[in-house]
């Protein structure tokens, strides 16, 4: 039945055949490129500039992709065209399109070009103008418009401004800071301490900015210390004064001769890697030769800097030293760590020396690149010809290679450091020790140990007993024990807990059992006293409980 039925279905039209051309075939056109309004800002702004305006008119109108709108329109604006021109090109977008009106963002780019040029009375007609048409100032055209009235030195206006801003719209924290610094370039502080209150209690964020002002006034005032203070609540507040804020400062202390807070700031500046604007560190350094203090500190945080205001000197003012020297920074600020780990090899054969501040930079640099080995390169050259690095480079190296496990290129490091004349301290020697002991390597552990002259206390030596017992090696780890008693140095609670567990671990009971037993006739005696050594409260927080 269903074959029968098929002779009653219409027939299939016959596919229609399309003839090929002769030839290579015609390829589709590529697509447009695309329009970026950043292009025909540029393109506006240049005939703009580069025409006058009788040509620049109709290249305008006939410019492809410039779209009369409120966004293209104030991005040309912004880019400060000649003012004529800029102003005619104002005039002309709102004939250009019937459909464009322009609004505060176009009225506000135009008003500031005004301000900027001096030309307040025609700021404040298109200002006026605006209000006639209907378009509603936001808290941006007032600032522009209170800033240039200050400028102009008209500050009573531009707190009118202020008052009808505040009238009519909520001002922002740029607006607030811009009143502040209105008021306190004026010398009236008292209103302007009160401005800044008023922000606060709008629950409005001070920026870095705001801080600045602050900081600027009580520079200009002479009081200092309060601009460490003011600085110390900016971190609180999690905002870190930036490079601009550090410049002025660092400008009025050297004019006014302050430095001590110099130091402070330029040592936060170190931390931060922030560096000064060349007038400003040459002022530095001539208030810092004036004083008779050093100018190490101001050099290291501008190594880029430091050979201004040198005076001769036979090494320093060498020509094949400067270009050293200039070699490395230029490649320290392009990173290439292979070039000066072949500069610093060649530099050691032929034993010439380099600023210690420059070879700390490249360490630290290096390390935090983790390109440990031109930093362990810049060590042994150091240590070869007698430079003296900085504390910090020496613990970028161990920190980096503790976690390698490179722990033969470790006992190098401490070596290098303790032989530059500086000290480990407690808590650094102790925590090495540990941390090698874990590791299973008890004879670096024990070399370092040896190596600590000032800092053998209760704590490195628990270290090491515990380094000893990880290792499986009992009767060393009872005859350091037995060592330490002989020096003076009284056990505590973390070192009965490490010798305790250690020899419960290598099945010794017996004798943990009895120094289990002295553990408890010590605490009992300690019971009434109120007194613990520093040592012996780091030994017990590091140990006590280790193994719990």
């Given at each position: 039945?269903l074959r029968r039925?098929?002779?009653?279905?219409?027939?299939?039209?016959?596919?229609r055949?399309?003839s090929?051309?002769?030839?290579k075939?015609?390829?589709?056109?590529?697509?447009?490129?695309?329009?970026?309004?950043?292009?025909?800002?540029?393109?506006?702004?240049?005939?703009?500039?580069?025409?006058?305006?009788?040509?620049?008119?109709?290249?305008?109108?006939?410019?492809?992709?410039?779209?009369?709108?409120?966004?293209?329109?104030?991005?040309?604006?912004?880019?400060?065209?000649?003012?004529?021109?800029?102003?005619?090109?104002?005039?002309?977008?709102?004939?250009?399109?019937?459909?464009?009106?322009?609004?505060?963002?176009?009225?506000?780019?135009?008003?500031?070009?005004?301000?900027?040029?001096?030309?307040?009375?025609?700021m404040?007609?298109?200002?006026?103008?605006?209000?006639?048409?209907?378009?509603?100032?936001?808290?941006?055209?007032?600032?522009?418009?209170?800033?240039?009235?200050?400028r102009?030195?008209?500050?009573?206006?531009?707190m009118?401004?202020?008052?009808?801003?505040?009238?009519?719209?909520?001002?922002?924290?740029?607006s607030?800071?811009?009143c502040?610094?209105?008021?306190?370039?004026?010398?009236?502080?008292?209103?302007?301490?009160r401005?800044?209150?008023?922000?606060?209690?709008?629950?409005?964020?001070?920026?870095?900015?705001?801080?600045?002002?602050?900081?600027?006034?009580?520079?200009?005032?002479?009081?200092?210390?309060?601009?460490?203070?003011?600085?110390?609540?900016?971190?609180?507040?999690?905002i870190?004064?930036?490079?601009?804020?550090?410049?002025?400062?660092?400008?009025?202390?050297?004019?006014a001769?302050?430095?001590s807070?110099?130091?402070?700031?330029?040592?936060?500046?170190?931390?931060?890697?922030i560096?000064?604007?060349?007038?400003?560190?040459?002022?530095?350094?001539?208030?810092?030769?004036?004083?008779?203090?050093?100018?190490?500190l101001?050099?290291?945080?501008?190594?880029?800097?430091?050979?201004?205001?040198?005076e001769?000197?036979?090494?320093l003012?060498d020509?094949?030293?400067?270009?050293?020297?200039?070699?490395?920074?230029?490649?320290?600020?392009?990173?290439?760590?292979?070039?000066?780990?072949e500069?610093?090899?060649?530099?050691?054969?032929?034993n010439?020396?380099?600023?210690?501040?420059?070879?700390?930079?490249?360490?630290?640099?290096?390390?935090?690149?983790?390109?440990?080995?031109?930093?362990?390169?810049?060590?042994?050259?150091?240590?070869?010809?007698?430079?003296?690095?900085?504390?910090?480079a020496?613990?970028?190296?161990?920190?980096?290679?503790?976690?390698?496990?490179?722990?033969?290129?470790?006992?190098?490091?401490?070596?290098?450091?303790?032989?530059?004349?500086?000290?480990?301290?407690?808590?650094?020697?102790?925590?090495?020790?540990?941390?090698?002991?874990?590791?299973g390597?008890?004879?670096?552990?024990?070399?370092?140990?040896?190596?600590?002259?000032?800092?053998?206390?209760?704590?490195?030596?628990?270290?090491?007993?515990?380094?000893?017992?990880?290792?499986?090696?009992?009767?060393?780890?009872?005859?350091?024990?037995?060592?330490?008693?002989t020096?003076?140095?009284?056990?505590?609670?973390?070192?009965?807990?490490?010798?305790?567990?250690?020899?419960?671990?290598?099945?010794?009971?017996?004798e943990?059992?009895?120094?289990?037993?002295?553990?408890?006739?010590?605490q009992?005696?300690?019971?009434?006293?109120?007194?613990?050594?520093?040592?012996?409260?780091?030994?017990?927080?590091?140990?006590?409980?280790?193994?719990?």
């Open positions: 039945m039925s098929r002779r009653f279905l219409p027939a299939r039209p016959p596919r055949r399309h090929r051309p002769h030839g075939a015609v390829l589709p056109p590529p697509p447009a490129a695309p329009t970026y309004t950043r292009d025909v800002v540029r393109r506006a702004t240049a005939i703009l500039r580069d025409h006058p305006w009788s040509a620049a008119r109709p290249l305008l109108l006939s410019l492809p992709g410039l779209a009369w709108d409120s966004h293209t329109v104030a991005r040309v604006l912004k880019t400060h065209p000649p003012l004529q021109k800029a102003f005619l090109f104002f005039r002309l977008a709102a004939a250009a399109s019937p459909a464009f009106r322009h609004d505060r963002f176009t009225y506000t780019s135009m008003i500031h070009l005004l301000g900027e040029a001096g030309r307040v009375p025609a404040l007609r298109l200002l006026a103008e605006m209000l006639r048409a209907g378009v509603a100032p936001d808290a941006a055209t007032f600032t522009t418009v209170m800033h240039w009235l200050a102009a030195g008209d500050v009573d206006s531009a009118r401004v202020w008052a009808e801003m505040k009238s009519r719209s909520r001002p922002t924290v740029v607030y800071t811009a502040v610094k209105i008021l306190f370039d004026a010398r009236r502080a008292e209103e302007a301490r401005v800044f209150g008023e922000m606060v209690a709008q629950g409005l964020r001070p920026t870095c900015k705001t801080y600045t002002v602050l900081i600027e006034h009580l520079a200009d005032a002479g009081k200092f210390e309060a601009t460490l203070e003011i600085m110390d609540k900016m971190k609180e507040a999690c870190e004064p930036d490079k601009a804020l550090c410049n002025i400062l660092v400008q009025k202390c050297s004019r001769g302050e430095t807070v110099m130091t402070h700031i330029l040592q936060y500046m170190k931390e931060h890697f560096v000064l604007r060349r007038p400003i560190f040459l002022e530095a350094l001539e208030a810092l030769k004036a004083s008779g203090d050093s100018d190490e101001l050099r290291e945080v501008n190594p880029h800097l430091s050979y201004e205001g040198i001769y000197d036979p090494i003012s020509q094949g030293y400067i270009t050293d020297r200039s070699t490395i920074i230029y490649l320290l600020s392009a990173k290439n760590w292979s070039a000066i780990e500069m610093i090899n060649e530099m050691a054969s032929n010439v020396q380099m600023e210690s501040h420059i070879l700390s930079h490249v360490i630290e640099a290096s390390c935090a690149d983790c390109r440990l080995s031109c930093g362990l390169t810049v060590m042994r050259y150091s240590l070869r010809v007698g430079c003296e690095l900085g504390r910090s020496y613990c970028s190296l161990l920190g980096k290679y503790i976690r390698n496990g490179s722990f033969d290129l470790v006992t190098e490091i401490v070596e290098g450091l303790i032989i530059s004349g500086y000290n480990l301290g407690t808590y650094l020697s102790s925590i090495l020790i540990l941390r090698l002991g874990y590791a390597q008890s004879s670096y552990a024990a070399h370092i140990f040896r190596l600590l002259t000032a800092d053998k206390n209760v704590v490195p030596y628990t270290a090491l007993i515990n380094a000893y017992f990880q290792a499986g090696k009992v009767d060393g780890a009872l005859d350091l024990f037995t060592e330490m008693r020096a003076g140095i009284s056990a505590c609670s973390g070192t009965y807990e490490v010798l305790i567990h250690g020899l419960q671990k290598a099945g010794r009971k017996p943990s059992e009895h120094y289990r037993r002295e553990r408890m006739n010590m009992w005696r300690l019971q009434y006293l109120d007194q613990c050594s520093s040592e012996d409260s780091l030994c017990n927080y590091l140990f006590c409980g280790l193994h719990g």
